[in-house]
């Protein structure tokens, strides 16, 4: 939904907001490019 809308989604493995922005515009995090989990993955269903 976020992709179809033109959101892009970036992933990094900890650090701080600060960290992340740096990261960002260094241009060294990458974008998420399709789901990341099973489909109503959260939703109380095991």
């Known amino acids: ?4 809308a033109g959101i892009k989604v970036y992933t990094m493995a900890g650090g ?3 960290d992340a ?3 960002y515009r260094a ?3 990458s974008t ?3 789901a ?3 489909s109503h993955h959260g939703m109380g269903r095991r």
């Open 21 to 23: 922005l740096q990261a």
């Open 27 to 29: 241009g060294k995090i």
């Open 32 to 34: 998420v490019t399709g």
């Open 1 to 4: 939904a976020l992709e179809a």
């Open 36 to 38: 990341t989990v099973d």
């Open 16 to 18: 701080t907001v600060r």
